[in-house]
């Protein structure tokens, strides 16, 4: 059974930079699908960007131009999401989230809760 | 503002079936079979309830069911029973360039 263990909530300033940890675990197949799904708060969903874990190919949203970097570590099957020069705006819970195929998100963590406050 | 449009509430008497509307373009919704629709509880992380249009993961209930015509994907739930109640999003496929688009969600009510 797929599971992810995210990182802790932050609260971070204005201009600060967050990076969030995605441990997964009951994968057999190297070769899985991570994304970075943010919601608002009161809000809908927002898709941020993938990677695939096991040769690094990265999609980013046009939206997070020059601000998202999504990694991996094989060695500790995490997956990073950092977002920089954050603001207000970006105050949400980041998921990080499973995919089979195309359009099946399988497998959510638990959320984190980003801060981002003066 | 969300890239696809759905009602922001529907309501039902359990026993009903209600159906969620989500609008897209040719660009996502039209283009691909790549619809999916997921459930959310209060302060939970979505669940996914159908994907690929029309396809139930293993352990969903067979009263929700997914469909598409044109640029227009529904969700219908028959049979409404008060767990059901929460909020729903769709999700499309959009190609190479904005990869994924959701709707801005809705919130159904067990009357």
């Known amino acids: 059974q797929v599971q992810l263990v995210q990182s802790g909530a932050e609260v971070k300033k204005p201009g600060a930079s967050v990076k969030v940890s995605c441990k997964a675990s009951?994968?057999?197949?190297?070769?899985?699908?991570i994304h970075w799904v943010r919601q608002a708060p009161g809000q809908s969903l927002e898709w941020m960007g993938m990677i695939n874990a096991g040769n690094a190919n990265r999609k980013d949203s046009p939206t997070f131009q020059g601000r998202l970097s999504i990694t991996r570590d094989t060695s500790a099957s995490t997956i990073y999401m950092e977002l920089g020069s954050l603001r207000s705006e970006d105050t949400a819970v980041y998921y990080c989230?499973?995919?089979?195929?195309?359009?099946?998100?399988?497998?959510w963590g638990p959320g984190t809760l980003v801060t981002v406050a003066s | 503002q969300s890239a696809l449009t759905q009602p922001r509430s529907v309501s039902g008497s359990p026993g009903q079936s209600v159906t969620i509307s989500c609008n897209g373009s040719?660009?996502?919704?039209?283009?691909?079979?790549?619809v999916s629709w997921y459930q959310q509880h209060p302060a939970k992380a979505p669940k996914v309830i159908i994907f690929?249009?029309?396809e139930r993961p293993s352990g969903v209930p067979d009263r929700f069911s997914g469909s598409k015509s044109g640029n227009t994907a529904s969700l219908t739930i028959s049979g409404l029973q008060t767990e059901d109640e929460a909020d729903y999003f769709c999700?499309?496929?959009?190609?190479?360039?904005?990869?994924?688009?959701f709707g801005g969600g809705t919130k159904v009510t067990v009357l």
């Open positions: 690929d249009v029309r």
């Open positions: 989230v499973n995919s089979y195929g195309y359009s099946n998100f399988n497998y």
């Open positions: 009951g994968y057999s197949d190297p070769y899985y699908a």
């Open positions: 040719s660009s996502d919704v039209g283009r691909y079979e790549y």
């Open positions: 999700c499309s496929f959009a190609g190479d360039s904005t990869f994924y688009v």
